[in-house]
């Protein structure tokens, strides 16, 4: 089983910026993909950002320019980092990742832009 922990949400205003973090643990063979989902009321959860293990990435039109997704393969941890923030950027953040072609979930965290 691979365990996922995010950390690194919160509120912030319109403009302001957040790094979210998720790092796996458990028995990880070697994970491949790591990608952030996002899911806002009433809506259903979608792809935010992915990244590979050799660090090619793909980001929803929404966020390209303002979002960034990086890895850190020895820590098997993936980060996001959200500049200009919006409101509509409101969400519950989930992180996954791909071992051995079985996808984990972790808890999701709560990502507020309001003033």
């Known amino acids: 089983q691979v365990q996922l922990v995010e950390s690194g949400g919160g509120l912030v205003q319109p403009g302001g910026s957040l790094r979210l973090s998720c790092r796996a643990s458990g028995s990880i063979f070697s994970i491949t993909l790591m990608a952030w989902y996002r899911q806002a009321p009433g809506k259903s959860r979608d792809l935010v950002a992915v990244?590979?293990?050799?660090?090619?990435?793909n980001y929803a039109d929404s966020v390209k320019g303002r979002f960034t997704i990086s890895r850190e393969n020895a820590e098997n941890t993936v980060y996001l980092q959200m500049n200009s923030l919006k409101p509509e950027d409101t969400a519950v953040y989930y992180c996954t990742v791909s071992d051995l072609g079985r996808p984990y979930w972790g808890q999701g965290t709560q990502v507020t832009v309001s003033s």
């Open positions: 990244i590979s293990r050799g660090g090619s990435t």
